[in-house]
Nanobody, 120 residues
């Protein structure tokens, strides 16, 4: 199972970016998918998550600016980031809870990370 991210980059304050993360490989089911971020010298933190039945959770710092969505037919999760601020600068990691076979426990999978830099 692999999670492949795309969409990071450099953007000016107030700008927008859209991150994508696609799960590939052989697996039985995916539960929650989400995004975490880690800035230099800080702990990794949850940005947003979405279960496969549509429940969402956002960090207070991104509410009203970021939107998480999923396309379950493509096993893909997106993060639309608007009104970006310098403090959003971090490496963003995709996360998914995946069962590889029926009857097994769910395991956490992580993407390789994509850099988001907000700077003028």
């Amino acid at each position: 199972v692999q999670l492949v991210e795309s969409g990071g980059g450099l953007v000016q304050p107030g700008g927008s970016l859209r991150l994508s993360c696609a799960a590939s490989g052989r697996f039985f089911s995916i539960n929650a998918m989400g995004w975490y971020r880690q800035a230099p010298g800080k702990q990794r933190e949850l940005v947003a998550s979405r279960t496969n039945d549509g429940n969402t959770n956002y960090a207070d710092s991104v509410k009203g600016r970021f939107t998480i969505s999923r396309d379950n037919t493509k096993n893909t999760v997106y993060l639309q980031m608007n009104s970006l601020k310098p403090e959003d600068t971090a490496v963003y990691y995709c996360n998914a809870g995946i069962k590889t076979r029926w009857g097994t426990n769910e395991s956490d999978y992580w993407g390789q990370g994509t850099q988001v830099t907000v700077s003028s």
